[in-house]
Antibody, heavy 122, light 107 residues
Framework: EMQLVESGGGLAQPGGSLRLSCAASGFTFSNNWMHWVRQAPGEGLEWVSRITTDGGDTTYADSVRGRFTISRDNAKNTLYLQMHSLRAEDTAVYYC???????????????WGQGTMVTVSS | EIVLTQSPGTLSLSPGESATLSCRASQSISTNSLGWYQQKPGQAPRLLIYGASSRTTGIPDRFSGSGSGTDFTLTINRLEPEDFAVYYCQQYGNSPRFGPGTKVDMK
């Protein structure tokens, strides 16, 4: 069974840092691009960041660029999100998601973790 | 920057009825890039439809997607109790975008 399990969430102070992890199992992790998506309480989904299979290319939403860093360790089947300079508006459930390339060039996020809650508050 | 708009915001229906959910993009997008996700309270999103019209493995055939260009539709025929949830469309691109969601709740 393909599975993603996030960890590392918790309470952080404004301006503080946290590192989220996402452990993958049940599929060949190194074959897939990966994403982080977040959801503020009572709000919709917001894409945060993407990383290619070897980690050589990363993309960020404008709201986190320069503060967050996505990375991966394919030997450990783990995705990371290092978050610095946290703000109250970063408070959300953070999901990792697998990027899957279907036939005919169609892509979507086909496997999701259960999410980890990040609260930024003093 | 592509903006996705979903309508209606909330759809109140009874089990057995059909739901038609709309997703409109601010500019034309590839059908290959349009997906639909279902999210129930306290759960992670689940991929229903990719490439605008292809159902993911295990998704019942009462769910169907259609559309092209800027207008896309998710149709749910004969709503089952487990279908009451929030539905998001997504444009997959260099910076993926989600629509604001449509809540399908029970009348």
């Amino acid at each position: 069974e393909m599975q993603l399990v996030e960890s590392g969430g918790g309470l952080a102070q404004p301006g503080g840092s946290l590192r989220l992890s996402c452990a993958a199992s049940g599929f060949t992790f190194s074959n897939n691009w990966m994403h982080w998506v977040r959801q503020a309480p009572g709000e919709g989904l917001e894409w945060v960041s993407r990383i290619t299979t070897d980690g050589g290319d990363t993309t960020y939403a404008d709201s986190v660029r320069g503060r967050f860093t996505i990375s991966r360790d394919n030997a450990k089947n783990t995705l990371y999100l290092q978050m610095h300079s946290l703000r109250a508006e970063d408070t959300a459930v953070y999901y990792c998601a697998r990027d899957h390339l279907f036939a005919s060039g169609r892509s979507a996020f086909d496997v999701w973790g259960q999410g980890t809650m990040v609260t930024v508050s003093s | 920057e592509i903006v996705l708009t979903q309508s209606p915001g909330t759809l109140s229906l009874s089990p057995g009825e059909s739901a038609t959910l709309s997703c409109r993009a601010s500019q034309s997008i590839s059908t290959n890039s349009l997906g639909w996700y279902q999210q129930k309270p306290g759960q992670a999103p689940r991929l229903l439809i990719y490439g605008a019209s292809s159902r993911t493995t295990g998704i019942p055939d009462r769910f169907s997607g259609s559309g092209s260009g800027t207008d896309f539709t998710l149709t749910i025929n004969r709503l089952e109790p487990e279908d009451f949830a929030v539905y998001y469309c997504q444009q997959y691109g260099n910076s993926p975008r989600f629509g604001p969601g449509t809540k399908v709740d029970m009348k």
